[in-house]
């Protein structure tokens, strides 16, 4: 059995910035897996769509998604997780799988709230990879909002509609607009045998419309109380990039982004959001948006109910 600590360095000390390290060291060891366990087996199983964290050529982590009729995914033996899907067209996905590479997935369920985290080594093959699991994980289910997604055989055609090192209005217009958003993170060893279990991680990010602040290319974000894991934050403090993946779930469009990554602790700023225990700052450094393409529609929205008392950015 491994001593060594469930938590990286990174992790470990925004978790002693926010006084909970402690506690942290006791939950990890019962919580992180090096293997998925039957009802995580089962869940990804069920689902009709998969996020993805890779890192590119550059150390760039980017936010991606696979989706495909539920069965897709399955999993032979608890240490094992096969994707039956191909990179989305234009996703950066199709440049940064490959074989062995570092790859981190969330299973998610919209409408449950349900959501499961992992990550681990891809091996390629014909139909699509197979995962090898280093680590395994649940997340509690605060600020996801509740829509269903129904696979949709025959979706538009996806079209590349911009892409740059600036955002275009489109893009502002569909952050401000935006009630979730995903973000790829990585340990800077991510292709370190040593360190696989602490390879590429990916997560989610909830809020009422507009909780997403853009001002040109800068992007500002609560971050809201929640597992106190600090993977995201704790692989920022390591390596201060981030991919996201936003998704209009009106159109099917997509909007991936790269950025430099920060957090901020104290000041006006921050005590102008209620309910933010700190802010993550992104500072966009290359977009791609791409219309169609995607096979889910998705129904009516419920708000979480987690987000009942929190604030929002002042009016300008």
Not at 219 to 231: K, M
Not at 294 to 315: D, I
Request: glycine share 12%; net charge neutral.
């Amino acid at each position: 059995m491994s001593t060594a600590p469930a938590f990286h360095a990174g992790e470990r000390a925004l978790q002693a910035r926010a006084g909970v390290q402690s506690r942290m060291a006791q939950i990890g060891p019962l919580v992180m897996r090096d293997h998925m366990p039957e009802q995580h087996r089962t869940f990804f199983t069920s689902l009709p769509f998969v996020v993805l964290g890779s890192v590119d050529a550059h150390g760039q982590p980017w936010a991606s998604m696979l989706a495909g009729a539920p069965g897709f995914m399955g999993s032979p033996e608890p240490g094992q997780l096969t994707v039956g899907a191909h990179p989305l067209p234009h996703d950066p996905l199709a440049s940064t799988l490959r074989d062995g590479a570092a790859i981190g997935l969330l299973g998610i369920q919209p409408h449950t709230r349900r959501r499961n985290r992992m990550n681990g080594l891809a091996h390629l093959n014909d139909s699509g990879f197979t995962v090898e699991v280093a680590q395994s994980f649940g997340n509690c289910p605060k600020y996801i909002q509740a829509r269903e997604p129904e696979w949709w055989s025959d979706p538009p055609a996806a079209h590349l509609a911009y892409e740059g090192a600036d955002l275009d209005e489109a893009s502002r217009a569909m952050i401000r607009a935006a009630d979730t958003f995903f973000i790829a993170t990585a340990h800077p060893l991510w292709g370190s045998s040593a360190e696989r279990r602490h390879g590429v991680d990916v997560s989610h990010r909830g809020g009422t419309p507009g909780f997403v602040k853009v001002e040109g290319n800068g992007l500002t974000v609560p971050d809201f109380a929640g597992n106190q894991f600090f993977n995201t934050l704790g692989n920022m403090a390591l390596h201060p990039l981030a991919g996201l993946l936003l998704l209009d779930f009106h159109t099917g469009d997509r909007l991936y982004l790269a950025a430099r990554a920060s957090v901020v602790w104290q000041g006006v700023e921050l005590v102008s959001f209620e309910g933010a225990q700190r802010l993550l700052r992104l500072e966009v450094t290359h977009v791609r948006r791409v219309q169609g393409g995607v096979p889910l529609r998705w129904g009516p929205v419920e708000r979480s109910p987690y987000l009942t008392g929190l604030g929002e950015w002042p009016a300008v």
